[in-house]
């Protein structure tokens, strides 16, 4: 818990196939996807979480028992600290005990810190020389050889690319809970619910 999820984001632009987009918690799983399993009345698989004394946890509703774990071991391990250091600890940000859980705290100020670093691509060369390479490689990595029962090779990005379109054309899936949830802020608030049934 010390450490959090501290999250990496990096978006590379392509010509004409999707961005390659890499939004990823240094734990195993973010913990943004355990409140979705929670809110869905499924379970987390094992190895998402372990709770304090060690042991598989698999009920999101039990998520405040215990830690999410990180991403390759030693290495999830090192590259969450490095991660925090640089977003938290160098902005004056919160880090280690002093970080808000704002899934518990709703209240006080949490006093998240990031750490953005903005390439432009046309300080190597130029940018539609780059965005051909990466449609290149990304086409590529699709064209690889495919192990035994694997229909498609994804690059990061590329699968949210897609489920933005769909969600577009045919709406955003809203799990029970979460429209129940939006449902009363809605009569709360006195505006229309996004259901009216």
């Known amino acids: 818990m010390l450490l959090s999820t501290n999250p990496i984001a990096v978006a590379v632009p392509a010509g004409e196939e999707h961005p390659v987009v890499l939004d990823m918690a240094t734990s ?23 709770d304090r004394e060690g042991r598989p946890l698999t009920d999101p509703r039990r998520a405040a028992e215990g830690f999410l774990l990180p991403i390759g071991g030693y290495k999830g391990y090192g590259l969450a600290l490095v991660v925090g250091l640089l977003a938290g600890t160098l902005n004056g940000a919160a880090m280690g005990r002093d970080v808000i859980d704002f899934n518990q705290d709703f209240s006080s100020a949490t006093n998240t810190g990031q750490a953005i670093l903005a390439i432009d691509p046309r300080a190597f060369g130029g940018l539609a020389e780059f965005k051909a390479a990466v449609d290149k490689l990304v086409r590529s990595l699709r064209a690889a050889e495919r192990m035994p029962g694997v229909e498609r090779i994804w690059y990061p990005g590329e699968q949210s690319a897609e489920r933005i379109a769909a969600h577009r054309r045919d709406g955003i899936p809203i799990a029970g809970a979460v429209m129940g949830t939006l449902d009363r802020v809605a009569e709360e608030l006195d505006i229309t619910p996004l259901r009216t049934n």
Do not use: S
């Open 28 to 50: 195993v799983a973010a913990y943004g996807k355990v409140k979705a399993k929670a809110a869905r009345g499924e379970a987390m698989p094992e190895g998402w979480m372990i």
